[in-house]
């Protein structure tokens, strides 16, 4: 047997060398003992860690004593006959190998010493499922009829409500490509083409200020359908999604349940609720309001309402807890947060003497429940509850009603007021159809009207988010119009798309499955960078290979650009 791989681990009990050689299928041990060919054991005698070896020898099965159950091969090892150093190692600048209980390196290093930090069993496992994932999406869409095509990365602007990763032209100076936020103009042009169902694992590029769980490029699966309504686009993405966790060895059942934007906001306070957990956020307005409690009744009216929490078994919730669950809310910019605790008839917390103990429960807050509850409007409380709600369950945690909780957010506004301004922005994006009861009030509720927008949600986070799209030109301009763009900007921006439009479009619609994220959520992984082979930090920058990094100013010149410091 010939076998190639990695110093795993060495030791060396004096007469007997062993060797873990490893590879991308795991771990196989190597002997090599008194019996071995000298060149053999002189070169088992000093090989380091990380150096790559070529063995020949023969597999014998490991004394039962010496049998490991923990490792595939732990029953057998291979008696080398011949060892070679194929690929010396410098010390590693990070370790590999780890003991059970040792940390790992810190991540800055993980991800400048990348090549090691992958060869570690746990990232290789990542990029294998990866890899598994990304051929089951294929396979799956493609027996669906949908045909993989690949877009352009060098495009003109694809708004999808981030800043463009703008590349300069050389030889069209002062003019700049876009990097794609995604392929939606693409893939819509290729309806109206007539290519009918089109999918690809497309990287996307968003110029964000970064968050834990954002990278600046990103893999989508994205898909678009023609003669497509909602529940058929809804209907492919659940096909794949039950695909992949099927690939994983997850078994989830369709259809997923829906829940409408405005419930979702009413019930947790989020367009992505993690319903593995299922007590939602109530209105107190009405039995609260009667009973005079300083900290609401100045804040009361002007819509505002006050949105309450029954925690079952939040009577288990420390002083410190509720204190911290407070400054939480605070810093949303929330009023703060008010309890109380019930225990038997007994109410106790910051606004105990306006309950009795008969009040709470008719708000659902039974004995050893508490009671969390805040003042406001809904902008304000909404992200607050979403919170208070998200810590408790992080607090109290207990078993969820269920491992997997998927669901489907829909009917969501078309437009949302910019928080600034006041002024419509677009909820998806701007190319998303109106929903058809709702079109006739475009011009006169803009803020009023639902979108055939749809997102997927998998456990409180956003899996993907898809829509039927505008067909009709003359409302893709009414809807440009609404953004603030005058004919003649729509024209500059969109005009390849307005004529697409015109052309004898299909109806047509699609979704954008997170690719980074379902492969965390599969693999079970804490961070988004655990899953892709050569990530940016949050800061946005490659520690592998350096980049970004200054240009050299002859290049520059050549792009037409002078950089100002
Ligand atoms: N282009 C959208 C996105 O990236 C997805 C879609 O509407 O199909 O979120």
Redo the contacts with the bound molecule.
């Keep these: 047997m010939r076998l190639g791989g990695w110093v795993h681990r060495r030791r060396d009990l004096g007469g007997i060398v062993f060797i873990d050689l490893r590879d991308r299928a795991g771990i196989v041990q190597i002997a090599v003992g008194p019996g071995a060919p000298e060149e053999v054991r002189r070169v088992a005698g000093q090989v380091t860690s990380e150096t790559v070896v070529e063995v020949e020898g023969d597999v014998t099965a490991r004394p039962a004593s010496m049998k490991n159950p923990d490792l595939a091969t732990g029953d057998v090892e291979v008696q080398a006959t011949t060892l070679t150093v194929v690929g010396p190692a410098a010390t590693p600048a990070i370790p590999v190998a780890r003991g059970k209980g040792e940390e790992l390196a810190a991540e800055e290093l993980r991800l400048k010493y990348r090549h090691l930090d992958l060869r570690r069993p746990e990232m290789q496992a990542n990029l294998i499922l990866r890899h598994r994932l990304a051929q089951r999406a294929r396979r799956t869409l493609s027996d669906l009829g949908f045909l993989e095509i690949e877009t352009p990365v060098l495009t003109k602007p694809t708004p ?1 409500g981030a800043r463009d990763y703008l590349v300069p032209s050389r030889v069209h100076p002062g003019e700049f490509y876009a990097l794609p ?4 103009l693409y ?1 819509q042009l290729l309806m109206v083409a007539g290519l009918d169902r089109y999918f690809q694992i497309a990287r ?1 590029f968003r110029d964000e200020d970064l968050r834990n769980d954002r990278q600046p490029e990103f893999t ?1 699966i ?1 898909l ?1 359908a023609s003669f497509v309504g909602v529940e058929d686009v809804i209907g492919y993405v659940e096909a794949v999604l039950v695909a992949l966790w099927d690939e994983a060895g997850q078994a989830v059942a369709r259809p997923f349940p829906r829940i409408a934007w405005r419930d979702a906001m009413e019930r947790y306070g989020t367009d992505k609720p993690d319903l593995r957990y299922d007590f939602p956020i109530a209105d107190w307005t009405a039995q609260v309001k009667p009973l005079g409690v300083p900290f609401f009744q100045s804040a009361l009216g002007n819509g505002a309402r006050v949105r309450g929490l029954a925690v079952k078994g939040g009577g288990a919730l420390s002083r410190k807890d509720v204190d911290q669950l407070a400054d939480a809310a605070k810093q949303l910019g929330g009023a703060g947060l008010a309890w109380v605790k019930r225990q038997g008839e007994q109410v106790s917390g910051s606004v105990a003497k306006y309950f009795t103990a008969t009040a709470l429960g008719a708000l659902g807050v039974g004995d050893g429940d508490a009671g969390l509850m805040t003042v406001g409007l809904d902008r304000v409380t909404s992200p607050v509850m979403d919170r208070v709600r998200q810590e408790v369950i992080h607090r109290l945690g207990g078993a969820p009603k269920a491992a997997h909780a998927f669901c489907w957010v829909v009917d969501f506004p078309l437009f949302e007021p910019d928080p600034e301004t006041g002024r419509p922005v677009f909820a ?2 701007p190319f ?1 159809a109106p929903h058809p009861d709702d079109v006739a009030r475009l011009d006169s509720d803009p803020l009023g009207c639902r979108a055939l927008h749809y997102d997927a949600v998998y456990n409180g986070s956003e899996l ?4 039927i799209r505008i067909t009709d030109p003359a409302v893709q301009r009414r809807v440009f119009a609404h953004l603030g763009m005058s004919p003649a900007e729509a024209e500059a921006r969109f005009g390849f798309l307005l004529s697409g439009l015109q052309a004898g479009a299909p109806p047509h619609g ?3 499955i997170g690719f980074d994220r379902v492969v965390m959520a599969l693999a079970g992984a804490e961070s988004m960078r655990d899953v892709i082979a050569f990530p940016k930090t949050t800061a946005a920058r490659a520690l592998f290979e350096g980049a970004p990094a200054p240009a050299n100013p002859a290049d520059l010149a050549a792009l037409h650009i002078e950089v100002k410091r």
């Excluded at 993907?464 to 829509?467: D, H, L, P, T, V």
Aim: glycine share 16%; with cysteine; aromatic share 4%.
């Design positions: 999808e936020q995604s392929p939606q893939k996307c989508q994205d678009e998806h994006h998303t993907g988010s898809g829509s699609g979704f954008a």
